[in-house]
């Protein structure tokens, strides 16, 4: 078989509800400007409690299959097996399988890789719902909410509809001309993966802490040019994660700053370099930019 240019990793535990959407935006039937034959997904479901059917990452196509990794706190290890896994010359992880993603993000991805030699792409993320759900969640938006919410767009026909439902994140809130927190699908040459030795396995709390900001932060030091999938993103489904799906009043940070203040022997701040744009605006995702520019003049004191 000829190797994909994409291996993208998804990370699955308990997702029952979840991993279905995220899937079929990774099928081709969704993904805009590709084949089968361009990329494969690896659904790694990491000891769900009622483990992640086949049929379902069946469903995503035939380039879509199924691996089992035993549970640990972080996803970490899973990640590093699934890479091992791959065929692809170049990986995507998406850490966060609750996080569906636009139409562009294989196809632009893939040209990045093309037209740069060391890439970091990176796509910026959103919630679902009308705020970050560690605040809508005290309003009352629940999953019950959320299925209503995706049920009044037509989301599988047009994912940028996605947009219309949606509230950035705190990792993506300066927007897609300053830099990221993190990305939730993020794709480097499995050469550079390598390299960095992959997701730190010596995070260990829970959901990996800041394993997923740390890798980025690597990445975008040790390789380059940032590159930033503009008009594209992921988009968080409620699920009760350890971080998203918790009041901030909680601070579930806390945990995850310290150790990476004990890892690390710093605190955590993004990288600095600014990224490069590849992609195209839609009606959707245009009051994104705007606020993007917004953000970007506030920063540079215009």
Same mark, same amino acid.
């Given at each position: 078989?000829?190797?994909?240019?994409?291996? %993208?990793?998804?990370?699955?535990?308990?997702?029952?509800?979840? *991993?279905?959407?995220?899937?079929?935006?990774?099928?081709?039937?969704?993904?805009?400007?590709?084949?089968?034959?361009?990329?494969?997904?690896?659904?790694?479901?990491?000891?769900?409690?009622?483990?992640?059917?086949?049929?379902?990452?069946?469903?995503?196509? $035939?380039?879509? #299959?199924?691996?089992?990794?035993?549970?640990? &706190?972080? !996803?970490? *290890?899973?990640?590093? *097996?699934?890479?091992?896994?791959?065929?692809?010359?170049? %990986?995507?992880?998406?850490?966060?399988?609750? #996080?569906?993603?636009?139409?562009?993000?294989?196809?632009?991805?893939?040209?990045?890789?093309?037209?740069?030699?060391? !890439?970091?792409?990176?796509?910026?993320?959103?919630?679902?719902? $009308?705020?970050?759900?560690?605040?809508?969640?005290?309003?009352?938006?629940? /999953?019950?909410?959320?299925?209503?919410?995706?049920?009044?767009?037509?989301?599988?026909?047009?994912?940028?509809?996605?947009?219309?439902?949606?509230?950035?994140?705190?990792?993506?809130?300066?927007?897609?001309?300053?830099?990221?927190?993190?990305?939730?699908?993020?794709?480097?040459?499995? #050469?550079?993966?390598?390299?960095?030795?992959?997701?730190?396995?010596?995070?260990?709390?829970?959901?990996?802490?800041? %394993?997923?900001?740390?890798?980025?932060?690597?990445?975008?030091?040790?390789?380059? &040019? %940032?590159?930033?999938?503009?008009?594209?993103?992921?988009?968080?489904?409620?699920?009760?994660?350890?971080?998203?799906?918790?009041?901030?009043?909680?601070?579930?940070?806390? !945990?995850?700053?310290?150790?990476?203040?004990?890892?690390?022997? #710093? $605190?955590?701040?993004?990288?600095?370099?600014? !990224?490069?744009?590849?992609?195209?605006?839609? $009606? /959707?995702?245009?009051?994104?930019?705007?606020?993007?520019?917004?953000?970007?003049?506030?920063?540079?004191?215009?």
């Amino acid at each position: 078989m000829t190797a994909p240019g994409l291996s %993208v990793v998804v990370v699955f535990h308990d997702m029952g509800r979840e *991993a279905p959407r995220t899937l079929v935006t990774l099928s081709t039937a969704y993904q805009r400007g590709v084949a089968p034959g361009d990329y494969e997904v690896i659904a790694v479901d990491a000891g769900s409690t009622v483990p992640l059917a086949p049929e379902v990452v069946a469903a995503c196509g $035939p380039h879509a #299959r199924l691996l089992r990794v035993a549970r640990r &706190p972080s !996803p970490a *290890a899973a990640i590093n *097996a699934a890479v091992r896994e791959a065929r692809g010359a170049a %990986v995507m992880v998406c850490i966060d399988g609750a #996080r569906m993603l636009s139409p562009g993000v294989v196809r632009l991805a893939l040209a990045a890789l093309r037209a740069w030699e060391d !890439p970091v792409v990176a796509t910026l993320a959103w919630h679902l719902g $009308p705020k970050v759900q560690n605040e809508s969640m005290l309003e009352g938006y629940d /999953q019950a909410a959320e299925d209503r919410l995706l049920d009044s767009v037509d989301w599988r026909r047009d994912g940028y509809e996605l947009f219309r439902i949606a509230a950035l994140a705190g990792s993506s809130a300066r927007g897609w001309l300053l830099p990221l927190a993190e990305s939730n699908a993020i794709a480097v040459r499995r #050469r550079t993966f390598e390299r960095l030795g992959g997701f730190d396995e010596a995070f260990t709390t829970v959901g990996g802490g800041f %394993v997923n900001l740390d890798f980025h932060h690597r990445a975008c030091a040790a390789a380059g &040019p %940032v590159v930033h999938l503009l008009g594209e993103g992921t988009f968080h489904q409620f699920h009760g994660g350890v971080a998203t799906n918790v009041p901030a009043a909680a601070d579930p940070w806390r !945990p995850f700053h310290e150790e990476y203040l004990r890892l690390r022997g #710093r $605190p955590y701040e993004p990288p600095a370099a600014l !990224p490069l744009l590849l992609g195209a605006v839609t $009606p /959707q995702s245009l009051p994104f930019l705007e606020r993007s520019l917004a953000v970007a003049r506030a920063a540079a004191g215009a």
